[in-house]
């Protein structure tokens, strides 16, 4: 078993930034990708941004946080983290941290979740 515990949510005006973080435990050698996805009240849950645990640290995102927000990693402390700038109303959402056990780019992959931590963007 893998267990995520996100951190760094919170509240900001547009165009502002937060970092969020996700610590990692259990089997982490067993990830082989970990990513971000977002759910906002009424709609469904959305991938945002995933990089490769291991080796090159490849990374994916959505459309729309291209050039806003950029994922990251620190093997030496099992984090991840989601740097997101430029912040906008429609950003606002709770934020899960996920991982997977094979691939990193497609979210059907991802079968290990955070609690997740609210991002609240005000205009």
């Known amino acids: 078993q893998v267990q995520l515990v996100e951190s760094g949510g919170g509240l900001v005006q547009a165009g502002g930034s937060l970092r969020l973080s996700c610590a990692a435990s259990?089997?982490?050698?067993?990830?082989?990708?970990m990513g971000w996805f977002r759910q906002a009240p009424g709609k469904e849950r959305e991938f945002v941004a995933a990089i490769r645990r291991s080796g090159v640290p490849t990374t994916y995102y959505v459309d729309f946080v291209k050039g806003r927000f950029t994922i990251s990693r620190d093997n030496t402390k099992n984090t991840v983290n989601l740097q997101m700038n430029s912040l906008k109303p429609e950003d606002t959402a709770v934020y899960y941290c996920?991982?997977?056990?094979?691939?990193?780019?497609?979210?059907?992959?991802?079968?290990?979740w955070g609690q997740g931590t609210q991002v609240t963007v005000s205009s």
């Open positions: 996920a991982a997977s056990n094979a691939g990193y780019s497609d979210p059907r992959n991802y079968n290990y």
């Open positions: 259990g089997r982490t050698f067993s990830i082989y990708g």
